[in-house]
Every structure is written in structure tokens, then in C-alpha cells.
């Protein structure tokens, strides 16, 4: 990600890198930095070092006291000093220093009586708000990312709005846009961690659409329009990551049985094991082999929908009949049981009992927050509301 990417520069920016300097004058410490590759273990990597390799199992075994070694990512940035010892070329490792996230660091460093004594650093990140908008001049992301915004959290307000805006066709110079998030910040070195986006606007045309980031109590987080409902619809029409539909809803020649047959769903072709999520929050009603569908799973939905999956290799674990599962929760796995000429998933969707084709219907039904849900989301919104308005009226005076 994007966000590790600046610790190379900030390290490069210590200590230059081995390939810029090949010829170092003997009797000079060797600083260099370098940035770990596919494959890299602490062990490969200081063997690259004029050390000994009894110095560099001690530095590992240091290390590996305060930093587990298969935390050591790719394009992780390891700034080592080598004194040199004696007439030859050998060298003694004096310290390692490394930043695996933005708020900690692990410093190797060699103790006066020659032992090697790795630490690790809290460092301390500051809570912040952000508050970025404007009009769109070339494309969201860019606009945004000019003003200083994450990158992560642009992202995110573009995945969030996916639902309802179409980003090629509504999206004109001149969209105004707004997003408030909070984030981490390191102010030494200026990295940042964006923790959520609360709160994100569009305008288009007249509307403007804006969500706000929200727990309900004992509920999972998500985007809420400023009436209280989700974002989601309460169903997915795909409930399977990158499958290609391979069969439509509707009366077909039978691939295995050869005649003329209503198909009462749709098929996503996709390998023997990608997994199913549940196309909504539910009940399930049935769960297990089920004649021509093989391991088959039924759920049952409110506004007296339901959706049904067939051909499955396997059950996810815990899910059983009787039990709730989540929108976007695992539910099992794509297989070729029952009927089927090669792996797929067949999806149905039920509304009041009969089947519907899930590609054709416009308008999904919308979860709604009610109750105390509904009376807690209306207080967080006007709390994030008056951040905004002190933010907004914060960056209007003039700074002292
Ligand atoms: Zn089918």
C-alpha cells in the first residue's frame, strides 16, 4: 500500500543507498539501507553484509526477540552501520534500525562490551481530524490526493459511493465533494495513519449525497445516508467476488438434461472452492444436500425475501440451519454437487416464494436503522455535523 511506500523515502533520505556508493574509504563506518525482496529473511539479509555469520545469527536472534521475523515485509527498509575491524575487509555490525509501521521502529544496537541488543520504540502518533473539499477539476482521487487527502480514505469514499453514483457518467468538473476522517499522525515525519472516513459529500446536480460512518450498538460499521439508512442494499446481487454469470435467469436449453427447462436463477461460473457470501443479513433456513442442487443453502431475509445457493464443495464452518448469518459473510464454498456440468455457483432469489431474476430488479430494498439504532445514529451525526462547522470555521480565520 501507498501508505508504507514514504518510510523508503524517509529512509533513503538518512542514509544513502549501497548502490550509489560502491566505493567506500577504508576506516569509514559503512551506512547503508537496505530494502528487503521477495523471499528476504533477516538471515539473507545481513549475509549480504561484511559481517561474520556468527554476527548475523546473533543480530537475528535479537531481532527475533522483539520482532517476529515473518512480520519482515517486501520494500521494508533496514538502515544498518558496519565498522570496519582490523586491516581486512571484515566488518562489525553497530546497529540496524527499522520502521515496520508507522508507530513503532526496532533498533538493533551493539552494547560497549560487543553484544547485540535489539529494542523496540513506541512512537507517538497524534489523533486528528481531517477536513478536505472543493470542486472536482480532473478526477476525484486526484483533486483529493492534491488537497493532502489519504489516499486510503479517498478510496474508500469512492468504494462507498459506488452504490449509488456512477463514476464515469456522474462525475462533471465542478462536482463539489467534502470528506472528514480521522487519522494518526506522526509529526516528525509527517506519516499517517487514516483511521475513518465519517463523513463524505457529493453533489450532483442539486443533490447531494452524503454518508456518515456508523456503529449501530452491538451492530457492525458501515456507510448511513443522512436519513439513517444503509448505504447497501439489504441484498447483494452478486454474492460471489469476480465471478463471470455464465447462465441468465430465465427459460433455456438444460445443459446436462438437453430439453427446454425454466432456469429459476443464475450461474457464476467461478473454481471449485471461491467463496459464497451470504447476499444478506438472515436466517438459514436450510443448509446441506438438497437432490439435483447438492450442497445446498437457503436463507431466509426480511420483506419476505429469500436466496438460495447450490452446487457448493462445502460448508462454511458454524453455518448451520437455524443460524443468523451477516451480509458479506462467508457461507461456504463454490463446487459442481447435484446437477451440474462444472463448477459454479447457481444463485436464486425469492420474493414471496417465487422466483425473481436477481440481475433484472432496479430498486433493492435498503436496510433502514430504527429505534434506538436510529436515535443513536441522529446523535453521532450531529456530533460529526458541528466538527465539520468548527473545522470549516477554524479554516476561515486567519492563523495567528
Ligand atoms: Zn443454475
Redo the contacts with the bound molecule.
Keep these: 500500500m501507498c501508505c508504507i511506500r514514504p518510510l523508503l523515502t524517509f529512509g533513503n533520505l538518512l542514509f544513502p543507498s549501497r548502490r550509489l556508493m560502491p566505493y567506500l574509504p577504508k576506516k569509514q563506518p559503512r551506512k547503508e539501507t537496505i530494502v528487503v525482496k521477495g523471499g528476504d529473511t533477516f538471515g539473507t539479509v545481513l549475509n549480504t553484509l561484511p559481517i561474520s555469520a556468527a554476527q548475523a545469527q546473533e543480530a537475528t536472534d535479537a531481532l527475533s526477540k522483539v520482532f517476529n521475523p515473518k512480520d519482515l515485509k517486501v520494500d521494508q527498509a533496514l538502515h544498518v552501520v558496519c565498522h570496519p575491524q582490523g586491516e581486512g575487509e571484515a566488518h562489525s555490525l553497530t546497529s540496524l534500525l527499522l520502521r515496520p509501521d508507522i508507530d513503532y521502529e526496532i533498533k538493533l544496537m551493539c552494547t560497549p562490551e560487543g553484544e547485540l541488543v535489539a529494542e523496540r520504540h513506541d512512537i507517538p502518533l497524534k489523533h486528528e481530524y481531517v477536513d478536505i473539499g472543493g470542486t472536482i477539476h480532473m478526477s476525484l482521487y486526484a483533486d483529493a490526493l492534491q488537497k493532502g487527502a489519504s489516499p486510503k480514505m479517498v478510496y474508500e469514499m469512492i468504494k462507498a459511493f459506488s452504490y449509488d453514483v456512477d463514476f464515469q457518467r456522474d462525475i462533471q468538473p465542478g462536482t463539489v465533494y467534502e470528506l472528514f476522517y480521522d487519522t494518526h499522525r506522526d509529526e516528525k515525519s509527517g506519516l499517517e495513519r487514516a483511521g475513518h472516513l465519517l463523513y463524505a459529500k457529493l453533489v450532483i446536480g442539486e443533490k447531494a449525497h452524503e454518508i456518515y460512518y456508523f456503529q449501530p450498538p452491538g451492530g457492525v460499521g458501515g456507510y448511513y445516508t443522512a436519513k439513517g439508512s444503509s448505504i447497501k442494499t439489504a441484498l447483494m446481487r452478486t454474492p460471489i467476488d469476480g465471478a463471470r454469470l455464465s447462465?441468465g435467469f430465465g427459460n433455456r436449453r438444460h445443459p446436462v438434461l438437453g430439453y427446454t427447462k425454466m432456469?429459476?436463477?443464475?450461474?457464476f461460473a467461478a473454481p471449485t472452492g471461491t467463496p459464497i457470501m451470504a447476499a444478506g443479513d438472515g436466517v438459514v433456513e436450510r443448509c446441506g444436500p438438497f437432490s439435483s442442487y447438492g450442497n445446498y443453502i437457503c436463507i431466509r431475509h426480511s420483506g419476505n425475501m429469500k436466496t438460495a445457493y447450490?452446487h457448493l464443495s462445502r460448508f462454511a464452518k458454524n453455518v448451520k440451519a437455524k443460524c443468523k448469518v451477516r451480509q458479506g459473510q462467508v457461507i461456504g464454498y463454490v463446487g459442481r454437487t447435484g446437477r451440474a456440468t462444472g463448477a459454479?455457483l447457481?444463485?436464486e432469489l425469492l420474493q414471496n416464494g417465487k422466483h425473481i431474476n436477481p440481475q433484472k430488479i432496479t430498486q433493492l430494498p435498503k436496510t433502514a436503522l430504527g429505534g434506538k439504532s436510529l436515535a443513536a445514529f441522529k446523535a453521532f451525526k450531529a456530533k460529526i455535523d458541528k466538527m465539520r462547522r468548527d473545522q470549516e470555521r477554524k479554516k476561515r480565520q486567519p492563523s495567528a
Design positions: 447462465s432456469h429459476k436463477g443464475v450461474d447450490a459454479h447457481h444463485f
